[in-house]
């Protein structure tokens, strides 16, 4: 079978998957701005990365615009995985849960533009405001500092969804 992995990242934890999961793969690995847009038809399997924003995978839109047969999408987000966010994130850009994975990346400020940036900062106030903060918060916030969540063993079930399809 032949595979590809495809990304887009905005700060370099989505690049850390794909690279991961890839080598684990033994196949090509890309930027999905690199790749011409009928080259992805060539392959039998499309393993597309892309960071999480509001629920929405981002550039994920343009992988489900070329009608590929075999996709299997990965988004990194800040949030600790957990079902409710996965079930949100399949909803919210059609993607079949069972096809879709989610990982836990960072938080970089010096990587992200201004509008962003301002963004992420009214989520941060938002959280900061709440008066009783869950757990989820409390590590939320500790992200907000900057950090590096990313972690290799989080691919392991992804790498032997792809093998259980070989």
């Not at 393993?47 to 075999?70: C, F, H, P, Q, T």
């Not at 399949?90 to 960072?106: D, P, S």
């Amino acid at each position: 079978m032949k595979k590809i992995v495809v990304y887009q990242s905005g700060t370099g934890f989505t690049a850390k998957y794909a690279n991961w999961i890839a080598e684990e793969l033994n196949c090509e690995v890309k930027e999905f701005k690199t790749v011409k847009k009928d080259e992805l038809s060539h392959y039998d399997m499309v393993i597309y990365g892309g960071w999480i924003m509001a629920n929405m995978v981002y550039g994920y839109d343009k992988i489900k615009a070329l009608n590929l047969k075999n996709v299997i999408v990965f988004g990194v987000g800040m949030s600790v995985p957990n079902e409710e966010i996965i079930t949100k994130i399949a909803v919210q850009n059609e993607i079949k849960q069972e096809r879709l994975f989610y990982f836990e990346g960072g938080y970089n400020p010096k990587k992200i533009g201004f509008l962003k940036k301002m963004m992420m900062n009214m989520i941060k106030k938002s959280i900061e405001q709440k008066t009783k903060k869950t757990e989820e918060d409390i590590h939320m916030l500790e992200t907000f500092k900057g950090a590096d969540n990313t972690n290799k063993e989080c691919i392991k079930p992804l790498v032997q969804r792809i093998h259980n399809e070989e």
